[in-house]
C-alpha cells in the first residue's frame, strides 16, 4: 500500500499496514540523503589522487612564496660574481 512520510511527503510503501518506510526504488530527485551510499571499487586511486592533489597545490603555493627569495639571492650572486675584479 501506498503511502506519504517525512516533512517532505516523500512517497514510501506501508508495512505491517502501520508502518511507512522509504521505497528502495526511489529515483534520484527524491533526495540522495534516502539511497545509501557505499565505498566504491576505485577508492584507493582516489585517494591517491587527492594526496597527490594536495602535495602538488602544497608544492606549488610554498615555491610561490619562496619565488621571490630565491631570485633575489641568484641575482646578488650573480651581481658578485659580475663584481669580482678578473
Known amino acids: 500500500m ?9 512517497p514510501g510503501h506501508c ?3 502501520t508502518v511507512c518506510a522509504v521505497r528502495d526504488d526511489l529515483p534520484p ?6 539511497h ?12 591517491l589522487g ?3 592533489t594536495g602535495a602538488i597545490v602544497i608544492f606549488l ?3 610561490r612564496q619562496q619565488l621571490g627569495y630565491l631570485m633575489m639571492t641568484i641575482r646578488r650572486l650573480v651581481d658578485k ?3 669580482q675584479p678578473s
Open 61 to 63: 603555493v610554498i615555491g
Open 50 to 52: 587527492v594526496v597527490a
Open 15 to 17: 508495512q505491517n499496514h
Open 2 to 10: 501506498e503511502c506519504y512520510f517525512g516533512t517532505d511527503v516523500l
Open 81 to 83: 660574481w659580475r663584481q
Open 29 to 34: 530527485y527524491y533526495g540522495a540523503a534516502l
Open 36 to 47: 545509501e551510499w557505499t565505498l566504491g571499487d576505485q577508492w584507493q586511486s582516489a585517494a
